[in-house]
């Protein structure tokens, strides 16, 4: 069993609309959780990060947690076609320790 | 968001060259990690370094491997006589403090082995 799951994609959802990402983790001793934006080439760029059980928003961005589930979400809401990258989830033991990633769900917003 | 300064952007080595990447945080941090991702694949692990020695390293990190702190600023990892399967993106990372004391990565070091 892969330690973090998501579906490679593409996802490919209208302007406007809003983006679902999916991501499981099989360590349950997981404590943080992070969302990575990654463009072609370029570095993972941090988007959300959630401890605790429930929702966390920030702007256009709602991150999802279900301990319980070992499941991780990201919403996008009103997507744009600048939203169109890789969506990396990463999952961490404890403070310090490594990030264990994903391999990533491309996303296309489309016009 | 605390920024990392990696060079070179991108280098070309003959197979069995030593290759030293460098990374340069902007402000003083105490925890610093190598990632690599080959191309089309996922983000892996390789080693942190905090307070000035190895606290974790994965089994990608064999004794090719190396990191050091030379002068407190730079952060360097040195592959010593490289692979063609070591062509891959080298990303540095540190921990900020605020906020959440996340990860943030450099802009990476595109390394080819030919």
């Known amino acids: 069993q892969k330690e973090v799951e998501q579906n490679s994609g593409p996802l490919s959802v209208p302007e406007g609309a809003i983006a679902s990402l999916n991501c499981t983790y099989s360590d349950r001793g997981s404590q943080s959780f992070f969302w990575y934006r990654q463009y072609s080439g370029k570095s993972p760029e941090l988007i959300m990060f959630i401890y605790s059980n429930g929702d966390k928003e920030d702007g256009r961005f709602t991150a999802q947690l279900n301990k319980a589930s070992q499941y991780v979400s990201l919403l996008i809401r009103d997507s744009q076609p600048s939203d169109s990258a890789t969506y990396l989830c990463a999952v961490e033991r404890g403070g310090g320790n490594k990030l264990t990633f994903g391999t990533g769900t491309q996303l296309k917003v489309e016009l | 968001e605390p920024e990392v300064t990696q060079t070179p952007s991108h280098q070309v080595t003959q197979m069995g060259q030593e290759v030293i990447l460098r990374c340069v945080p902007i402000?003083?941090?105490?925890?610093f990690y190598w990632y690599r991702q080959i191309l089309g694949q996922k983000v892996e692990f390789l080693v942190s370094f905090y307070n000035n020695e190895i606290s974790e390293k994965s089994e990608i990190f064999d004794d090719q491997f190396s990191v050091e702190r030379p002068d407190g600023s730079n952060f360097t990892l040195k592959i010593r006589s490289t692979k063609l399967e070591d062509s891959a993106m080298y990303f540095c990372?540190?921990?900020?403090?605020?906020?959440?004391?996340?990860?943030?990565f450099g802009e990476g070091s595109w390394l080819t082995v030919v």
């Open positions: 990372a540190i921990r900020g403090g605020v906020p959440g004391n996340t990860i943030y």
């Open positions: 402000s003083n941090h105490l925890y």
